[in-house]
Nanobody, 120 residues
Framework: QVQLVESGGGLVQPGGSLRLACAAS????????MGWYRQTQENQRELVAT???????KYADSVKGRFTISRDSAKNTMYLQMNSLKPEDTDVYYC??????????????WGQGTQVTVSS
């Protein structure tokens, strides 16, 4: 089995910073890509940032220049450094991992979500 554990959410004032982490553990042979998503008002998950196994990154326009995604491949852990946070960044942030199971097929898992609240 594979588990995703997210951490780092919380309450921060506008202009502040937070660092989210997502650690994947279990029977993982390799990770193709990891990403952060957040929930829209229409209850769909929108991309915040993704990073591939080749360290190709992609950001939503709304977070470019403020958020930085990175990963530690040895720990199967992904990070999202969020700076200059705005109230509109308030949301539940979900980790997503696209990976190959040991002796199995390819899977796509979601984390449980971590709340980020930006408010004075």
């Amino acid at each position: 089995q594979v588990q995703l554990v997210e951490s780092g959410g919380g309450l921060v004032q506008p202009g502040g910073s937070l660092r989210l982490a997502c650690a994947a553990s279990g029977s993982i042979a390799s990770i193709y890509a990891m990403g952060w998503y957040r929930q829209t008002q229409e209850n769909q998950r929108e991309l915040v940032a993704t990073i591939t196994s080749n360290d190709v990154v992609k950001y939503a326009d709304s977070v470019k220049g403020r958020f930085t995604i990175s990963r530690d491949s040895a720990k199967n852990t992904m990070y999202l450094q969020m700076n200059s946070l705005k109230p509109e960044d308030t949301d539940v942030y979900y980790c997503n991992v696209d990976f190959q199971m040991l002796f199995g097929r390819r899977y796509n898992y979601w984390g449980q979500g971590t709340q980020v609240t930006v408010s004075s």
